[in-house]
């Protein structure tokens, strides 16, 4: 038996419209603000020094979570002048874990998707020495892309 065409159209639009929902569930665009904790340690022979007087500061990012790419990016270009994407190490209802390395940066990570709560740590390295470590305390909440 035939489908009649209002039927079939109506069949379409909505196939249409889980497809438009599961391409939009698999990416994640978050706006996040809170502090940063910044610490410079100094490595001085066989000694480290920690510089004790490290404040938390104000800091907002645009974070995006591409869960069909299993990849986190947003939140890096506080870290250094480049925006780079880190891999989803795990994930699951209520969190997802993130973390990688690049050249001399390393980041890791967690979101907590029913709260909102993001904090992460990245640690910079450079070649005289200098260690930069960075705390993250982020409070986040889902954004709508502009069209």
Known sequence: MAMPMKKLI????IALQVTSASAADATLRLSC?????????????????MEADAKPEPVTANVIVDFTD?????LFYLQSSLDYQVKITAMNKATV??????????ISGKIDRVTGD??????????????????????????????
């Open 70 to 74: 299993r990849t986190v990016q947003g």
């Open 97 to 106: 874990t993130f973390g990688g390395i690049s050249d001399s940066k390393a």
């Open 10 to 13: 109506i069949v379409i639009a």
């Open 118 to 147: 993001m904090s992460a740590t990245s640690v910079s390295t450079e070649p005289e020495g200098l260690i930069l470590l960075k705390t993250y305390a982020l409070k986040c909440r889902p954004v709508q892309r502009m069209l």
């Open 33 to 49: 603000e809170g502090m940063v904790t910044v610490t410079d340690k100094v490595t001085v022979t066989d000694n480290t020094k």
